[in-house]
């Protein structure tokens, strides 16, 4: 049996899918956001966000509103880390997941406007050792359509070997072997490595590093001093919050994240006073403070609505992909937005009203949980209506949920006992050995003790130890955040007796899970 993959990354791709469609858009609102009308909202966020923390929504969250290019609320509530005296604030740092898509767009748009790259920059020519699977969209591939996710990259193509430890340039190299799950531009895909090409990309148009291009054309500028899209910079942050996820019934601590790899998709640490500079920026067209830092063309591209995702889940809003962000017709006008989450335990959102010259960032420590969008709706709600329109939570907190929830119940369906008639494993020795492909690399499965081990990445540097299951059939946990949620590694054994080929289920999204055996 096959199980579906879960959301081991960024995992907002399924909120990115297309939805079934509504008879009619929501009406949108035709009334004008004023200062006291700001105002009078904040008071009651705040005592809404207070009771999301005390109900456990979620351990901590770290809020920043901007309107007309001011900061006109910054405020942390709950803590970094469950079980310690440990307060968010303004200023603590978190692992922004996919909201790091519109800030690295944001980024391009300035490389864009320094004349160093055109939005339809062809790769191969600012970054020729990139290639997909075909010849012709390999030649014609441009920022646009990898910021635009319309390359025809699965989805989870390259996320698989970034688990596995893999470099990000050796990741980028191997995603030319990935078939295409559509034509070329004519399908929406959500990949996380296929945006990191175009960060990457753009950055070398520009003689930099892709970590360097975020400090110069962004963070430095606008005085993100908190701002980083390398991993040691987050952790050498004393005011950082930890990442958490819901086990038997608690939020703990169980895993962490290392993201430098997909950095300009999902690499990026930050803090809600930070992003508040980043919103104010953005929602002045590239101008801040009076100041021009980005030309308006170049950041504007980034707000077009190229990619028809349907209408939203959740709002039920018509949805577009641009270049980095979403793009919303909703009931208070026009919303630009991205979401962001990592299985292993963060939830980020940021949600702007251009037409308003408002927006709103929610930075959480925990996943799976809707309430950093249920923050943003119904601070919105509040803003133009004075009450919420509905209790947002549930919807989001049902939507995030889904992730995790059946890839649990169906491995535990499926593995959380052996069969009554199960068979005993061959001799351990008969599934020892090396195997490989040329798309995961190399696995050793090595006897220790009485049992076997898996070793895979560079340098087996990632190891699972393997539970016989049936006859031929193991299990292994790949995910810390799951520890209820096993695998199958499936030996296919020859008539010697000796395994030929060994099948990681997890790994297998794309066909490619399926080692053989070297040459002893």
Same mark, same amino acid.
């Given at each position: 049996?096959?199980?579906?993959?879960?959301?081991?990354?960024?995992?907002?791709a399924l909120l990115l899918a297309?939805?079934?469609?509504?008879?009619?858009?929501?009406?949108?609102?035709?009334q004008a956001v004023t200062e #006291?009308?700001?105002?009078?909202?904040?008071?009651?966020? =705040?005592?809404?966000?207070? $009771?999301?923390?005390?109900?456990? !929504?979620?351990?901590?969250?770290?809020?920043?509103?901007?309107?007309?290019?001011?900061?006109?609320?910054?405020?942390?509530?709950?803590?970094?880390?469950?079980?310690?005296?440990?307060?968010?604030?303004?200023?603590?740092?978190?692992?922004?997941?996919?909201?790091?898509?519109?800030?690295?767009?944001?980024?391009?748009? !300035?490389?864009?406007?320094?004349?160093?790259?055109?939005?339809?920059?062809?790769?191969?020519?600012? #970054?020729?050792?990139?290639?997909?699977?075909?010849?012709?969209?390999?030649?014609?591939?441009?920022?646009?359509?990898?910021?635009?996710?319309?390359?025809?990259?699965?989805?989870?193509?390259?996320?698989?070997?970034?688990?596995?430890?893999?470099?990000?340039?050796?990741?980028?190299?191997?995603?030319?072997?990935?078939?295409?799950?559509?034509?070329?531009?004519?399908?929406?895909?959500?990949?996380?490595?296929?945006?990191?090409?175009?960060?990457?990309?753009?950055?070398?148009?520009?003689?930099?590093?892709?970590?360097?291009?975020?400090? +110069?054309?962004?963070?430095?500028?606008?005085?993100?001093?908190?701002?980083?899209?390398?991993?040691?910079?987050?952790? !050498?942050?004393?005011?950082?919050?930890?990442?958490?996820?819901?086990? #038997?019934? =608690?939020?703990?601590?169980?895993?962490?994240?290392?993201?430098?790899? +997909?950095?300009?998709?999902?690499? /990026?640490?930050?803090?809600?006073?930070?992003?508040?500079?980043?919103?104010?920026?953005?929602?002045?067209?590239?101008?801040?403070?009076?100041?021009?830092?980005?030309?308006?063309?170049?950041?504007?591209?980034?707000?077009?609505?190229?990619?028809?995702?349907?209408?939203?889940?959740?709002?039920?809003?018509?949805?577009?992909?641009?270049?980095?962000?979403?793009?919303?017709?909703?009931?208070?006008?026009?919303?630009?937005?991205? !979401?962001?989450?990592?299985?292993?335990?963060?939830?980020?959102?940021?949600?702007?009203?251009?037409? =308003?010259?408002?927006?709103?960032?929610?930075?959480a420590n925990a996943f799976p949980?809707?309430?950093?969008?249920?923050?943003?709706?119904?601070?919105?709600?509040?803003?133009?209506?004075?009450?919420? =329109?509905?209790?947002?939570?549930?919807?989001?907190? $049902?939507?995030?949920?889904?992730?995790?929830?059946?890839?649990?119940?169906?491995?535990?369906?499926?593995?959380?006992?052996?069969?009554?008639?199960?068979?005993?494993?061959?001799?351990?020795?008969?599934?020892?050995?090396?195997?490989?492909?040329?798309?995961?690399?190399?696995?050793?499965?090595?006897?220790?003790?009485?049992?076997?081990?898996?070793?895979?990445?560079?340098?087996?540097?990632?190891?699972?130890?393997?539970?016989?299951?049936?006859?031929?059939?193991?299990?292994?946990?790949?995910?810390?955040?799951?520890?209820?949620?096993?695998?199958?590694?499936?030996?296919?054994?020859?008539?010697?007796?000796?395994?030929?080929?060994?099948?990681?289920?997890?790994?297998?999204?794309?066909?490619?899970?399926?080692? /053989?055996?070297?040459?002893?």
């Amino acid at each position: 049996m096959r199980l579906s993959r879960p959301f081991r990354y960024l995992v907002p791709a399924l909120l990115l899918a297309p939805v079934l469609l509504v008879a009619d858009p929501p009406a949108v609102s035709a009334q004008a956001v004023t200062e #006291d009308m700001v105002n009078e909202a904040l008071p009651k966020l =705040e005592a809404y966000v207070g $009771g999301l923390i005390d109900d456990g !929504a979620v351990p901590g969250m770290s809020i920043a509103v901007v309107y007309k290019g001011q900061l006109v609320y910054l405020w942390g509530f709950g803590t970094k880390a469950a079980g310690e005296d440990a307060p968010v604030d303004g200023d603590t740092v978190f692992q922004i997941a996919s909201l790091s898509k519109p800030v690295s767009s944001t980024v391009v748009a !300035a490389i864009v406007s320094d004349g160093k790259a055109r939005w339809d920059s062809r790769i191969a020519d600012i #970054d020729p050792e990139f290639r997909l699977k075909q010849a012709y969209p390999s030649a014609e591939l441009t920022l646009r359509d990898l910021f635009a996710h319309r390359s025809g990259l699965p989805g989870n193509a390259g996320n698989e070997l970034e688990s596995l430890g893999f470099p990000r340039e050796e990741i980028l190299h191997r995603l030319r072997q990935v078939a295409p799950s559509s034509s070329f531009r004519s399908g929406y895909s959500y990949s996380n490595f296929g945006l990191t090409e175009g960060g990457v990309a753009a950055a070398r148009a520009a003689g930099l590093s892709w970590e360097d291009a975020g400090e +110069q054309y962004l963070f430095e500028p606008l005085g993100m001093t908190s701002t980083s899209y390398r991993e040691a910079d987050f952790l !050498a942050q004393d005011n950082r919050a930890t990442l958490h996820v819901r086990h #038997d019934g =608690e939020w703990q601590a169980l895993a962490k994240r290392h993201p430098d790899a +997909q950095a300009p998709a999902g690499g /990026a640490s930050s803090s809600a006073r930070d992003l508040a500079q980043w919103m104010a920026l953005v929602l002045g067209g590239g101008e801040i403070g009076g100041e021009r830092m980005i030309d308006e063309a170049a950041i504007a591209a980034t707000h077009q609505p190229l990619m028809d995702r349907g209408n939203h889940h959740i709002t039920g809003s018509p949805s577009f992909y641009g270049l980095g962000w979403n793009i919303q017709y909703g009931r208070h006008g026009t919303v630009w937005g991205h !979401a962001g989450a990592f299985s292993t335990g963060a939830r980020t959102v940021v949600s702007l009203l251009p037409d =308003e010259e408002l927006g709103i960032v929610v930075l959480a420590n925990a996943f799976p949980t809707g309430a950093p969008d249920a923050v943003a709706d119904t601070f919105f709600d509040l803003v133009f209506d004075g009450a919420p =329109e509905r209790d947002w939570l549930e919807p989001w907190n $049902g939507l995030y949920e889904m992730l995790f929830s059946p890839a649990i119940e169906a491995a535990q369906a499926a593995y959380g006992a052996p069969p009554a008639d199960a068979t005993p494993a061959l001799p351990l020795s008969a599934y020892a050995g090396a195997y490989a492909n040329d798309y995961l690399g190399d696995a050793v499965v090595v006897e220790e003790g009485e049992g076997l081990v898996i070793k895979l990445g560079p340098e087996g540097g990632t190891q699972f130890p393997l539970t016989h299951f049936d006859r031929d059939l193991f299990l292994y946990t790949p995910y810390d955040e799951m520890p209820d949620a096993p695998s199958a590694v499936s030996f296919r054994v020859g008539p010697d007796g000796k395994a030929l080929a060994v099948t990681l289920e997890d790994l297998d999204d794309l066909g490619m899970g399926t080692l /053989a055996r070297k040459d002893d």
